[in-house]
T-cell receptor, first 118, second 111 residues
Framework: NAGVMQNPRHLVRRRGQEARLRCSPMKGHSHVYWYRQLPEEGLKFMVYLQKENIIDESGMPKERFSAEFPKEGPSILRIQQVVRGDSAAYFC????????????????FGEGSRLTVL | GDSVTQMEGPVTLSEEAFLTINCTYTATGYPSLFWYVQYPGEGLQLLLKATKADDKGSNKGFEATYRKETTSFHLEKGSVQVSDSAVYFCALGYNTDKLIFGTGTRLQVFP
């Protein structure tokens, strides 16, 4: 899974500030997924993007959260006006192409970005 | 809805001990089941998978059998090593990209 790069690894924000988390997929991968792990919970799907397109954002909170994957550059998960409940580990994953078929389960994850909101 | 439940950690073992990490699931359909592992300082990586009932997934000495009758997918290894120390995640998924994960179980192996 080496190759999915997330930064920053750790981010501290005060309530009301903005948080930006970046994810560079593995070389040759054009599909990116964001998952969130709240304390004491499992990873939960947030959003699935291809280059310049949001394919599925059914797991994204309706307000304050947005994601993009531009033609050039990393995917960005943006959280506006952060609150303490946003404190979590945010994981990015990538796949080479097409929707990931569950019988392959070939998602390649980054190390995660841990957001702490004071 | 669908969900995955894992035993709480940490699981602490001596080297060469037998390992079992329990995982049970609830599902409305017939998902595939997975174990992912996260070693210190690395991202999650697929350890093994099983796509239908009675299938056994195996890799690196780890095994798990898809038990429909008990809705379980317990992870086992006969003799753990210090290098197996990591966090292990059980997950399920259908023909989509939305994997459903358990909370993770930390394994600590001491020499």
């Amino acid at each position: 899974n080496a190759g999915v790069m997330q930064n920053p690894r750790h981010l501290v924000r005060r309530r009301g500030q903005e948080a930006r988390l970046r994810c560079s997929p593995m070389k040759g991968h054009s599909h990116v997924y964001w998952y969130r792990q709240l304390p004491e919970e499992g990873l939960k799907f947030m959003v699935y993007l291809q280059k310049e397109n949001i394919i599925d954002e059914s797991g994204m909170p309706k307000e304050r959260f947005s994601a993009e994957f531009p033609k050039e550059g990393p995917s960005i998960l943006r959280i506006q006006q952060v609150v303490r409940g946003d404190s979590a580990a945010y994981f990015c994953a990538s796949s080479p192409g097409g929707r990931v078929q569950a019988n392959t389960g070939e998602l390649f994850f980054g190390e995660g970005s841990r957001l702490t909101v004071l | 809805g669908d969900s995955v439940t894992q035993m709480e950690g940490p699981v602490t073992l001596s080297e060469e001990a037998f390992l079992t990490i329990n995982c049970t699931y609830t599902a409305t359909g017939y998902p595939s089941l997975f174990w992912y592992v996260q070693y210190p300082g690395e991202g999650l990586q697929l350890l093994l998978k099983a796509t239908k009932a009675d299938d056994k997934g195996s890799n690196k000495g780890f095994e798990a059998t898809y038990r429909k009758e008990t809705t379980s997918f317990h992870l086992e290894k006969g003799s753990v090593q210090v290098s197996d120390s990591a966090v292990y995640f059980c997950a399920l998924g259908y023909n989509t990209d939305k994997l459903i994960f358990g909370t993770g179980t930390r394994l600590q192996v001491f020499p």
